[in-house]
């Protein structure tokens, strides 16, 4: 069966540091991949996108990989700050024609002063 | 608007009431999305719309759950005779079509607790 995993529920990162969080999936054949921050009592906001044929993809402290061979996905914070404790999540989109989005479970990201 | 609005909020409902949400997408978005968020989990998918064309269905639970969009702007989700199991929070989100390039937009949701 289909399945994506973010293999921690919850990670606690000293202020300053680099939290590196890992999606990883399983019978799909995505066409691309997208990271997501909620925080409480919100919807998901929009940060990255990167395509099946792309490995790397930065927008300012943030950066994502994409291994389509370990069908896995880093995504990097760079210089952590406490404003970016939120929970993450990551969502494919399988197939072309279909705009349908398939999210994972998330993991709550906390850094510490 | 500027972002995606969702009413009520908040919405407590008897179980076996009938329940309406209300999904207000921004303008010009042409795919609207219907997902359901338990405590602790993801967004799960439930229903897609491209303009007012239901293309994708398969993710609502059971057919006490029906979506429409009949002008292809405002959504409507109504869940009939509500159980427990139904509480959640309830998220809609839109997109501009054919290219998810920027992601899909999100309301805050409406929680929904049946008791």
């Known amino acids: 069966s289909q399945k994506i995993e973010q293999n921690s529920e919850a990670l606690n990162i000293q202020e300053g540091k680099t939290a590196t969080l890992t999606c990883n999936y399983t019978?799909?054949?995505?066409?691309?991949l997208q990271w997501y921050r909620q925080d409480p009592g919100r919807g998901p906001v929009f940060l990255l996108l990167?395509?099946?044929?792309?490995k790397e993809k930065r927008k300012e402290r943030l950066k994502v990989t994409f291994d389509t061979t370990l069908k896995q996905s880093l995504f990097h914070i760079t210089a952590s700050q406490p404003a970016d404790s939120a929970t993450y999540l990551c969502?494919?989109?399988?197939?072309?024609?279909?705009?349908?989005?398939?999210f994972g479970t998330g993991t709550r990201l906390t850094i510490i002063p | 608007g500027a972002g995606v609005s969702q009413s009520p909020r908040y919405k407590v409902a008897k179980r076996g009431q009938d329940v309406a949400l209300r999904c207000d997408p921004i303008?010009?978005?042409?795919?609207l999305f219907w997902y359901q968020q338990a405590l602790g989990q993801g967004p799960e998918f439930l229903t897609y719309f491209q303009n007012e064309a239901q293309l994708d269905k398969s993710g609502l639970p059971s057919d006490r759950f029906f979506a429409e969009r009949p002008e292809g702007s405002v959504s409507t989700l109504k869940i009939q005779r509500t159980q427990q199991e139904d509480s959640a929070v309830y998220l809609c989100?839109?997109?501009?079509?054919?290219?998810?390039?920027?992601?899909?937009?999100f309301g805050s949701g409406t929680r929904l607790t049946v008791v």
């Open positions: 989100a839109s997109s501009v079509t054919g290219t998810l390039v920027y992601g899909y937009t």
């Open positions: 019978n799909y054949s995505p066409a691309y």
């Open positions: 303008s010009g978005h042409v795919s």
């Open positions: 990167i395509r099946e044929n792309e």
């Open positions: 969502a494919l989109r399988a197939n072309f024609g279909n705009e349908k989005l398939t």
